[in-house]
């Protein structure tokens, strides 16, 4: 069974610093990864997602994340945040469509609360 | 384009009630999902559905039921409500490729 571990509840970061939020997998094989962002009382947006191929992907609001097989890590960075970047933050995983999966959903982590400091 | 709409946003239930959670998308996606979301848990599967006519268990199915006799519809069942249900609840859809699209939750509370 495929799982997925944030070993960081929570992350207090200074707004203008860099960050870096953890997540590592188990998969059999290279799962479909994803970093989902969710703000108080609100459902959850995709910050970025890899499939396959190069394995820096680039997101939306600044974000990048970079995927190691030899880790079994997805880590999501960003190079400066700011205040806006406050949230509850989501690693997931899914089975790739070429593996018969891709319908059952995906596995998330128990998430990294991101706290900003000013 | 509305994109995943859920339907309440809060209720409160008394134990042994039920109630349907109602979820509508019009991004003609045939995959959609139900979690639910407890607080330091992440999201749980309770069910899912692969197009109209067919859904199937997810990780965490007791309790609930489900259907999808529409394309857009998709909608979640709570007999005898419990305070085990007390969650805030996500419903999801997706084309297929594993990236989901959410809706913006219902705040379900079981007194």
């Known amino acids: 069974a495929q799982s997925v571990t944030q070993p960081d509840i929570h992350i207090t970061v200074s707004e203008g610093a860099s960050l870096e939020l953890r997540c590592n997998y188990s998969y059999g094989a290279t799962p479909y990864l994803f970093w989902y962002v969710q703000s108080p009382g609100q459902g959850l947006q995709l910050l970025l997602k890899y499939f396959s191929g190069d394995t820096l992907v680039q997101g939306i609001k600044g974000f990048e994340a970079e995927f190691k097989r030899s880790q079994s890590s997805f880590n999501l960075r960003k190079p400066s945040v700011h205040w806006s970047d406050a949230a509850e933050y989501f690693c997931a995983v899914g089975s790739p469509m070429y593996s018969g999966g891709g319908a059952d959903g995906l596995t998330f982590g128990k998430g990294t609360h991101l706290i900003i400091q000013p | ?111």
């Open chain 2, 1 to 111: 384009n509305a994109g995943v709409t859920q339907t309440p946003k809060f209720r409160i239930l008394k134990i042994g009630q039920s109630m349907t959670l109602q979820c509508t998308q019009d991004m003609n996606h045939n995959y959609m999902y139900w979690y639910r979301q407890d607080p330091g848990m992440g999201l749980k599967l309770i069910y899912y559905s692969v197009g109209a006519g067919i859904t199937d268990k997810g990780e965490v199915p007791n309790g609930y039921n489900v259907s999808r006799s529409t394309t857009e519809d998709f909608p979640l069942r709570l007999e005898l409500a419990a305070p085990s249900q007390t969650s805030v609840y996500f419903c999801a859809s997706s084309y297929g490729q594993g990236e989901a699209f959410f809706g913006q939750g219902t705040r379900l509370t079981v007194v």
